[in-house]
């Protein structure tokens, strides 16, 4: 009996995370190889399909590997008021002002993508065509999840401000009313 409510509970939880997250990063990740400079399109869009499957790598190691779900968002209000000047834009200085606990529990993710962004110049250095792809298709989704608005906030699910469940709300909102290949949002019925 327990094998099967975890089973059931892995089987909710990776549908949950489907049903937006997945869905759009994979459309993000997809789009983005049409906006880059013609000169990269040479790598990036024969391997368009790797790059959209593997947006989501990051979600699926995120419950996985604990130091995975920082990555993905940052609690900015924790630091202050806009336009925040007091937090400082490299690592080892928020460190150093605020504790590496504190940054950790607090979302990392603008130190991430700076990290990932090295990783990826190094990878292009090395012409490593395997490496250059995979940290592509991860930076994309970090990128991604630094846009999100509720990703930016301590108060990502509404806890603070009697929206409870605000999150998942707005991912299910969002995908509704994603374009689709033709252009017209899967909730908008063209007139006919």
């Known amino acids: 009996m327990k094998k099967l409510i975890l089973f059931l509970s892995v089987t909710l939880i990776a549908k949950e995370c489907y049903c937006w997250g997945f869905f759009g990063h994979r459309k ?4 983005a190889v049409y906006l880059l400079p013609p000169e990269m ?8 399909d790797f790059l959209t499957e593997h947006a989501v790598d990051p979600d699926k190691r995120r419950y996985a590997i604990p130091e ?5 968002y940052i609690d900015i209000d924790r630091y202050g008021k806009y336009p925040y000047d007091s ?3 490299k690592w080892n200085d928020a460190v150093a002002k605020y504790s590496e606990d504190t940054i950790n529990a607090h979302g990392v993710v603008p130190w991430w993508v700076q990290t990932m962004l090295y990783r990826l110049t190094d990878a292009f250095k090395e012409k490593s065509q395997a490496k250059i792809l995979k940290l592509s298709a991860e930076i994309g989704h970090y990128i991604a999840d630094a846009h999100v608005p509720i990703h930016a906030s301590s108060n990502h699910n509404g806890q603070y ?3 409870k469940g605000i999150h998942g709300f707005g991912k299910a909102v969002y995908r509704n009313y994603w374009p689709t290949s033709n252009g017209i949002s899967s909730s908008v019925k063209p007139n006919t």
Do not use: A, D, F
């Open 87 to 89: 937090l400082p834009s």
């Open 41 to 48: 399109m040479v790598l990036y869009k024969p391997h368009i």
């Open 68 to 72: 995975e779900g920082p990555r993905h």
């Open 28 to 31: 993000i990740n997809h789009h």
């Open 161 to 163: 401000t009697n929206q």
